[in-house]
């Protein structure tokens, strides 16, 4: 893909650059450190397109989070409603 004057949103949408970004190898970082040496005209674009795949990372990892926690609270109050409370004393 020829990515000389295309949008921030192409960038995003890219598989390699989102790796380049998120999760970084040998191979993505040579290309896209390559490509952005070769076009330094391009450093705003590519500036915005890494902070909407950050974005959209922070907005996943919330979610993923608060997803988590209403899971287990649902386990717990199941947990609480099947085992009626011991009435064993602690010793």
Do not use: G
Not at 36 to 60: C, F
Request: aromatic fraction near 8%; proline fraction near 5%; include cysteine.
């Amino acid at each position: 893909m020829d990515f000389s004057d295309c949008p921030a949103r192409d960038f995003v949408l890219n598989e390699s650059f989102q790796k380049w970004i998120i999760e970084p190898d040998e191979e993505t970082c040579a290309f896209w450190e390559e490509w952005t040496t070769k076009h330094p005209h391009r450093s705003e674009t590519i500036a915005e397109a890494r902070a909407m795949i950050q974005n959209i990372k922070s907005v996943i990892e919330k979610k993923v989070a608060c997803d988590r926690d209403e899971v287990w609270e649902r386990l717990m109050k199941e947990i609480d409603i099947k085992q009626p409370a011991s009435k064993i004393p602690l010793i």
